[in-house]
């Protein structure tokens, strides 16, 4: 008997799922069109949906959906009722790769001092000014997923010293990275710190007023996680003081921040739209993932990517 599937209004994902054996595919405009199938008794087997907070999830129980998949690697806004009773994924380290390039890009920018070196006009000075390497600095990771990986594989191709705090406390599967216990452990011995944990309510506001009594001095920051992670009011108090040197951030609390918002014109954060995950290639790996999670799912296996309701992630 085939497999029913309800997938949101994604040409790839479809094109991919039409191509399967043993899979029959709806892809309903909006949820008014879903729910007008759902009366008409429409069930399915899977849910495919591109964020948390889509609405189509609340139809979940209705269609009885036995496996829900969300195409983003965040899940925060997931409704707590969509975890009962099935099976949800989520697309877990899909961007790793763009995300820790684009990491490693504004390590260097910091180190690099760019763009401010850029000319446009003659100098008034050459060769004066001290620059930053790499080699001789120390990475921080919160966070030791595929995201974290990634990052770390490439700072330690730039010879960094690489550390890490994460939930689990296991040791790294890459070698050269050296997990330690706790965050008051880290803090105070890196060069840059890299969020790169999911946001749950242990995460929020992680790196607060106790965490920025502790960090090294002129660190450079860069979160790629969840705006949530930082509170904002104390980072702004650490970067006026000279403890930050720089607040690269590529997500806020609220996204986007309100027109004004002091973060907008500080000197010393360098705001990015959400944006580190993008690739050319990000297509095909998110139905690349889902079509294989699929074929497990066909043969009984078990699926990669799988919530933990008890983590938050």
């Known amino acids: ?32 069109e879903l729910d007008a199938h759902i009366d008409d008794g429409l069930r399915a087997d899977v849910l495919f949906v591109m964020g ?11 269609l009885g959906a036995r496996w829900v998949h969300i195409g983003a690697t965040g899940i925060d806004g997931l409704a707590p009722e969509v975890l009962i009773n099935r ?13 820790a390039e684009f990491v490693m890009a504004s390590i260097l920018a910091f180190e690099k001092q760019l763009p401010s070196l850029w000319l446009s006009a003659p100098p008034e000075r050459r060769g004066s000014i001290r620059l930053g390497e790499l080699s001789t600095k ?8 595929g995201i974290g990986l990634a990052v ?18 296991a040791p790294s599967e890459l070698p050269g990275v050296t997990v330690l216990d706790s965050l008051d452990a880290l803090l105070p011995r890196v060069d840059h710190l890299v969020l790169a944990a999911p946001a749950t309510a242990e995460t929020s506001s992680l790196i607060g007023v106790p965490a920025l ?9 860069v979160n790629i996680a969840r705006g ?20 690269s951030l590529d997500v806020t609390d609220p996204e986007p921040l309100p027109e004004g918002h002091w973060m907008y014109s500080h000197p010393r954060v360098h705001l990015t739209p959400h944006i580190s995950w993008s690739s050319p290639d990000a297509p095909r790996r998110l139905v690349a993932s889902f079509v294989d999670n699929l074929v497990r799912f066909l043969s009984g296996q078990p699926l990669e990517g799988v919530v933990h309701a008890e983590h938050g992630y």
């Open 52 to 62: 948390a907070r889509d609405p189509a999830l609340s139809r979940a129980d209705r």
């Open 1 to 32: 008997m085939p497999v029913t599937v309800v997938a949101v209004p994604n040409p790839k994902v479809t094109a991919a799922l039409d191509a399967m054996e043993g899979v029959e595919v709806l892809s309903p405009q909006n949820v008014e």
């Open 213 to 221: 009594g502790l960090i090294k001095q002129g660190v450079h920051m």
């Open 138 to 145: 120390t990475l921080g990771l919160i966070g030791l997923g």
């Open 152 to 169: 770390a594989r490439r700072a330690l191709a730039f010879d960094m010293a690489v550390l890490a705090v994460r939930r689990s406390g």
């Open 228 to 247: 949530s992670l930082i509170d904002q009011d104390a980072l702004r108090g650490a970067l006026d003081d000279d403890r930050v040197a720089l607040a």
């Open 87 to 99: 099976t949800v994924t989520c697309g877990r380290g899909l961007s790793a790769v763009p995300i």
